[in-house]
C-alpha cells in the first residue's frame, strides 16, 4: 500500500513468507508499482477521486484527511434489506458490512492488509473497519460525493440504487437513488437495496 513520501519500503506477504518490496514516488501524489501481495497487484496514485485497487477490489478515493485514506468499493457489492428499523446498529445492513470484512480476510494477504492498514470507523453508532456510508459522508462530508454523478452506483454493469447508513424519521431510510441524488423514496428497511462497502486505510 501506499504512502505519501518519497520512498517506503515495505513488508509484503507472499504465501506464508515474507519479502520487502520498495515503493517509490513523488510526496503527496505516490504512485506504486511494484508492490504485490501474493502475486496480487495493489496499483494506483492515492489522490482525490483516483481508483486504486486492493483486497481484490477496486477503490474509489473519496476522501482524504491527513494519514487517512477514505475508500469507495467502486462498485455495489450485493443487495440487502436495510433491516427491522431504520436504525444502523444490529441492521442487516451492518451485518452486511462486517461479513463484507470477515470475507476479505480469507485471504491471507488481505486479512494482513485488513488487520495493519483498515482503521475503525464509526458511523451511526457501529464500529467497524467495513461499513456503510451516512447520509451526510454522501451528501459531501466525504469531499468526492459533492455531486449527482459521482454517487452512481453499479450493480451487474447497471445503475443500482444503495443504502446509506441514515435514518430519515422513524420510516425510512436514506439512499443513494439510480441517478447519484439522495432520496429517502421507497426506502423502507425491509427493501432491498444496494450495499456499497467503505473502508478507511490508515498509513
Known amino acids: 500500500l501506499y504512502r505519501p513520501v518519497s520512498s517506503l519500503s515495505v513488508g509484503a506477504v507472499n504465501g506464508d513468507k515474507y519479502k520487502n518490496s520498495t515503493v ?15 502475486e496480487l497487484p495493489y496499483e494506483g496514485t492515492l489522490t482525490l477521486g483516483s481508483t486504486i485497487t486492493g483486497c481484490d477490489n477496486s477503490w474509489i478515493v473519496c476522501h482524504i484527511d491527513g494519514n487517512k485514506y477514505y475508500l469507495a468499493r467502486s462498485t455495489i457489492y450485493n443487495e440487502t434489506k436495510f433491516g ?4 444502523y446498529s444490529g441492521s442487516l445492513l451492518a451485518a452486511a458490512a462486517n461479513n463484507y470484512r470477515n470475507i476479505l480476510c480469507r485471504s491471507n494477504a488481505n486479512a494482513l492488509i485488513v488487520d495493519k492498514f483498515f482503521a475503525i470507523v464509526m458511523v451511526e453508532g457501529v464500529t467497524d473497519k467495513v461499513f ?54 421507497f426506502g423502507r428497511p425491509s427493501n432491498s437495496g444496494g450495499f456499497r462497502p467503505f473502508v478507511c486505510l490508515s498509513l
Do not use: C, E, H
Request: charged share 10%; hydrophobic share 25%; proline share 3%.
Open 24 to 38: 517509490t514516488g513523488t510526496q503527496g501524489s505516490l504512485k506504486a508499482n511494484s508492490l504485490k501481495i501474493d
Open 84 to 87: 427491522d428499523s431504520t436504525v
Open 132 to 185: 456503510a456510508a451516512s447520509y451526510d459522508q454522501m451528501n459531501g462530508g466525504f469531499s468526492y460525493f459533492n455531486s449527482n454523478s459521482s454517487r452512481i452506483g453499479n450493480y451487474n454493469g447497471s445503475p443500482t440504487w444503495y443504502w446509506t447508513s441514515s435514518p430519515n424519521g422513524s420510516s425510512y431510510v436514506w439512499r443513494v437513488y439510480t441517478d447519484g441524488s439522495l432520496s429517502n423514496g
